[in-house]
């Protein structure tokens, strides 16, 4: 009774030292540890279950019996399939099973034994199971105390396997969410790279005015803007949109920045510009991946806009409270073919004008009850906001519409405006 007693304090005290540890590689120790203190065993092995290959791999044995080196010869890695021996058989059948003569059982391997020298004569083996999915099977070997293992010890093992599930879920979530806080580390420092690319608003004269903005979905996004200076005075300014959100869309749109930033030192035409980045982006593109783009050289003297466009929906004018899209000239996204025209069109930005470029992240907005924000809400706020600049008071009326539903598509506005 009390040998029975001092056991089930040891399984109390098991439960708070496995609840104590958090890594997995410090847990396996401390089970077999406790496995065998609590059976009074010489040995013992535990063995977790894979669930993709259906396996049991061995990762940890212990014995009280044999020294270090002939341990060594138990190497981890090694895998049986459900059903084999008599890990396997209790995997298999998630029942325990205590073996009173190892050697005579026909499911007992003796592989171990011959490497190690150990005799096995006993074995109590007992599944881990956390609410009824498998992770593993426990089991000690020969009794110090007494020829076999009896049901005693079998109904204290199977209480430790309860815990040994348990913990096992534990430093299993622990391990997930630690990854999670890597990941999520990693993308804040990626969104932080990110940020960098976004270009500082300009300050020029005669009243000239060049503002953007853009919010990624998630932590990163595809979108694009940048305003980039001209030896003669003029500015290209573009907005791009790479298909798709979050990293993959931020990586091409890295890569994209930098072939226009490259092409932009040439000078050329908003439509020969577009060509030539075109060409340079098929190369990582390959067809797989788009980007649309609408790629302005203003001239801030004589508001003189010259711009082309690669699949991206029309800029929109607004004069005195009209709104109006401007000629879209043809062009296919980037990235589609190897080759590609880009018609190039000109008008002149009157004083007072106002000339916004958007991605589709602002009309197709949407908010908890799935409804867009919609173009013809895009053109209200713009008619209703007042003298320009606009750009800012439109991204709060999409950030509005949303209210508390995250965003389902990148968001930029970019605005000309000469007052």
């Known amino acids: 009774m009390s040998s029975q007693a001092g056991r089930l304090k040891q399984l109390i005290r098991a439960n708070e030292v496995l609840a104590s540890i958090d890594s997995l590689t410090d847990l396996l120790p401390q089970l077999l540890r406790l496995a065998q203190d609590v059976t009074g065993a010489e040995a013992s092995s535990i063995m977790l279950y894979e669930e993709e290959k259906n396996v049991l791999r061995f990762a940890l044995a212990m014995n009280d019996v044999l020294g270090e080196e002939k341990m060594k010869e138990l190497k981890t890695g090694f895998e049986l399939p459900l059903g084999q021996?008599?890990?396997g058989w209790v995997a298999e059948n998630k029942k325990s099973v205590n073996v009173t003569d190892a050697q005579n059982d026909n499911r007992f391997s003796k592989v171990a034994d011959e490497k190690t020298g150990f005799k096995t004569r006993c074995i109590l083996c007992v599944p881990i199971i956390h609410k009824e999915k498998l992770l593993g099977v426990v089991q000690v070997l020969?009794?110090?105390?007494?020829?076999?293992f009896v049901v005693e010890d079998q109904e204290l093992l199977e209480s430790f396997g309860h815990l040994a599930g348990v913990a096992l879920v534990r430093s299993e979530l622990l391990v997930q969410r630690l990854n999670q806080l890597k990941f999520e580390t990693q993308l804040e420092a990626a969104s932080?790279?990110?940020k960098q690319f976004n270009p500082k608003q300009?300050?020029?004269?005669?009243?000239?005015y060049i503002w953007g903005s853009s919010v990624p979905a998630q932590f990163v996004g595809g979108d694009l803007y940048d305003f980039i200076p001209n030896s003669d005075g003029s500015w290209y300014i573009y907005v791009a949109d790479v298909a798709g959100k979050g990293l993959p869309a931020a990586l091409i749109m890295s890569a994209l920045w930098t072939r226009i930033r490259a092409e932009a030192l040439n000078e050329k035409t908003?439509?020969?510009m577009l060509k030539s980045v075109n060409a340079g982006a098929w190369e990582f593109m390959n067809g797989e991946v788009f980007a649309t783009m609408v790629l302005f050289r203003y001239h801030p003297e004589s508001g003189r806009c010259e711009y082309a466009v690669a699949g991206h929906p029309a800029p929109l004018l607004v004069d005195n409270g009209v709104v109006t899209e401007v000629e879209r000239p043809f062009g296919l996204p980037v990235g589609i073919l190897d080759d590609g025209d880009f018609g190039t069109t000109e008008f002149v930005l009157e004083k007072g004008q106002s000339m916004i470029i958007v991605t589709d992240g602002v009309d197709e907005a949407r908010r908890a009850d799935g409804e867009f924000f919609g173009e013809e809400r895009l053109v209200n706020t713009l008619q209703g906001a007042g003298d320009p600049p606009l750009g800012e008071e439109l991204l709060k009326a999409v950030s509005g519409w949303r209210g508390e539903t995250p965003p389902n598509d990148d968001t930029t506005v970019v605005e000309i405006f000469r007052s």
């Open 85 to 87: 021996g008599i890990a």
């Open 142 to 148: 020969n009794s110090i105390d007494k020829e076999c």
């Open 192 to 194: 932080r790279i990110q």
């Open 202 to 208: 300009p300050e020029l004269d005669n009243g000239n």
């Open 270 to 272: 908003p439509g020969d």
